[in-house]
């Protein structure tokens, strides 16, 4: 089946090298990174039963299996082994990876690649260069200069960039480009602080439109997250100045995850001819009601406009369940509109290869 239906992962992360007690397990489950006994178990949501139902069989237990027989048996095997059955079970066609995150030392493109059996491409998050160059002996004045230079650097084999404006600043971003003057300052509160991680708007501004210049996708993380996210500052809408004025450049512009702002997302991408939108991350949270969240986003969202992507990040158990959960979402509401007399058999095969592989390569390798 899976051959048949290949997805282009366009947003997802290392895998952690060593094995995992439970405790480490359901830290890398969801987005909570301390799961505290006082709320039970994380097996006890709809992502631990999805791991209990879709996952066990491919380490070799009966669907369903207990949590404490599932953890057991991947301590068995070794965290290699389960690695290279789960990236090798999802059924991927490419990967696009996320290097800007990592707090352990974790797999990267080439070993991932190998895993799944497809290419896997680098996608550079702007704000981990811009913190490279401000910790690298930099003055504020020399900043810009510096920091277009690395980029160029990085992102001379990657396909795309990325913005965790989200998790910093939030999503409210003027639409102009700064001026050299707005750089040089904010630049220089940044040296002045001390530095730590990036959290000025003027340089989450500067740096998605330095992506934009080198003519590179541009995502953005809309919606859930780390705990650290405030979340209503990460909705959508908030980025409409800075979509009207990156429409005129024509570069793809990726909205990640966007739940519980999926419908919001649906719409922008409906409205601007350059969003695009996926429901990452979102999906294997969400279970079997994944194919809910599909439709919702998809009532405005064009099927042109939509992509897959896993957001996998530590466990690669989050490879295999996401991409096994969005073919069940997918198919679902592809099947429901045949039934219903909304559009023809043809049409369904035809909206299933876009979602899957054909929108992503359309945006990220369009030669």
């Known amino acids: 089946m899976y051959t048949e239906f290949p ?58 299996a207990s949590a404490d027989e599932y953890l057991e048996r991947r301590g068995e095997l070794g965290h290699a082994e389960v690695d290279r059955r789960f990236l090798g079970a999802a059924g991927l066609s490419a990967l696009l990876v996320d290097t800007g995150f990592e707090p352990e030392p974790l797999l990267g493109p080439a070993e991932l690649g190998a895993l799944a059996g497809a290419p896997a491409h680098e996608i550079v998050r702007l704000e981990q260069v811009a913190e490279q160059v401000l910790t690298d ?26 913005s965790i404006a989200a998790y910093r600043t939030g999503l409210d ?23 730590g991680r990036l959290a000025d708007e003027v340089l989450h501004r500067f740096a998605i439109w330095c992506g934009v210049d080198l003519g590179l996708p541009v995502q953005f993380h809309i919606g859930l997250g780390d705990p650290d996210v405030r979340l209503r500052d990460c909705d959508p809408l908030l980025l409409m100045p800075l979509l009207r004025a990156l429409q005129p450049t024509g570069i793809p512009l ?17 409205v601007f001819g350059t969003v695009f939108v996926d429901i990452g991350l979102a999906a294997h949270n969400l279970g079997d009601r994944a194919g809910t969240l599909l439709a919702e986003l998809t009532e405005l969202a064009p099927f042109g406009k939509v992509l897959y992507s ?58």
Do not use: I
């Not at 791991?51 to 070799?60: D, H, I, K, N, S």
């Not at 002996?137 to 990325?162: C, P, W």
């Not at 639409?175 to 750089?183: H, L, M, N, T």
């Not at 096994?324 to 509109?337: I, K, N, W």
């Open 254 to 270: 990726l909205l990640l995850h966007n739940y519980p702002f999926h419908r919001e997302a649906g719409y922008l991408a409906q």
């Open 310 to 367: 896993s957001d996998a990040f530590g466990l690669p158990e989050l490879y295999f369940l996401a991409a096994t959960l969005f073919r069940r979402a997918l198919d679902e509401v592809l099947a429901h509109g045949t039934e219903a007399g909304s559009w023809t058999t043809a049409d369904a095969g035809r909206f299933r290869r876009l979602v899957a592989g054909e929108n992503a390569r359309r945006v990220y390798f369009p030669g």
């Open 173 to 195: 971003l003027a639409p102009e480009r700064p001026s050299p003057a707005e750089v040089t300052a904010a630049a220089g509160r940044f040296l002045r602080a001390g530095g």
């Open 7 to 64: 997805l282009v992962d366009h947003h997802c992360h290392g895998v952690v090298r060593r094995d995992l007690d439970r405790h480490a397990f359901e830290a890398l489950l969801t987005e909570a990174p301390e799961p505290s006994a006082l709320g039970g178990s994380l097996f006890d949501s709809r992502v631990g039963l999805a791991v209990r139902r879709w996952c066990a069989p491919v380490l070799g237990l009966e669907t369903h």
């Open 137 to 162: 002996g930099v003055t504020a004045a020399g900043f810009a200069e510096t920091f277009r230079t690395r980029l160029a650097a990085r992102t001379r084999d990657a396909v795309g960039v990325k």
